[in-house]
């Protein structure tokens, strides 16, 4: 199975900062990436997917790069509602696999 | 607007079994290929299954493999996962999914049902 690495695990972060997470596949999965937002208690949201495209509706703060084994996600610039958990997901060959998860919290 | 609505959630033993399903509408549903996509309390995303739109194909995570069976009735647009040999390590929000264009990843969710194994 492919795995996918996030990083950081965890960031505090101000409304107004720019964040970015990577994601990290263990083998070249091309653009074949997905990433997504969740808030507690709620279903998971895509924001990203071919790993650069933005899901229509998804605002225009939010972007990403990468290929191969590299991405990104960048949040322009954060709003209260971005605080939330990010996946990244690779849908280059089954299984399908998510990172752990990056947690956006208030600092 | 796309829905997808999971029941058949709750509290079974270890060994026992259960059946969850997801009733759709909002959109073509034989058409699509769907998920099951489980949380466990507190942890992060796992992809479970895969069925094929016209139910002509399934893929599983290895760690339901032999215990879980994905299908589907398109006549009453409703996915189904037949859940048997229930394991501790089964407990988790489980959420249906549609596929995104045939692109292996998820554009609708359901709001989850909880499947919680505990003696």
């Known amino acids: 199975a492919i795995r996918m690495t996030q990083s950081p695990s965890s960031l505090s972060t101000s409304t107004g900062d720019r964040v970015t997470i990577t994601c990290r596949a263990s083998?070249?999965?091309?653009?074949?990436l997905a990433w997504y937002q969740q808030k507690p208690g709620k279903a998971p949201k895509l924001l990203i997917y071919a790993a650069s495209t933005l899901q229509s509706g998804v605002p225009s703060r939010f972007s990403a790069s990468g290929s191969g084994t590299d991405f990104t996600l960048t949040i322009s610039c954060l709003q209260s509602e971005d605080f939330a958990t990010y996946y990244c997901q690779q849908y280059y060959s089954y299984p399908l696999t998510f990172g752990q998860g990056t947690r956006l919290d208030i600092k | 607007q796309v829905q997808l609505v999971e029941s058949g959630g709750g509290v079974v033993q270890p060994g026992g079994s259960l059946r969850l399903s997801c009733a759709a509408s909002?959109?073509?549903?034989?058409?699509?290929?769907m998920y099951w996509v489980r949380q466990a309390p507190g942890k992060g995303l796992e992809w479970v299954a895969f069925i094929r739109y016209d139910g002509g194909n399934e893929y599983y995570a290895d760690s339901v493999k032999g215990r879980f069976t994905i299908s589907r009735d398109n006549s009453n647009n409703t996915l189904y996962l037949q859940m048997n040999s229930l394991r501790a390590e089964d407990t988790a929000m489980y959420y249906c999914?549609?596929?995104?264009?045939?692109?292996?990843?998820?554009?609708?969710w359901g709001q989850g049902t909880l499947v919680t194994v505990s003696s």
């Open positions: 999914a549609k596929d995104f264009e045939a692109v292996a990843s998820f554009d609708y």
């Open positions: 083998q070249d999965i091309s653009s074949y």
């Open positions: 909002g959109f073509i549903f034989n058409n699509y290929g």
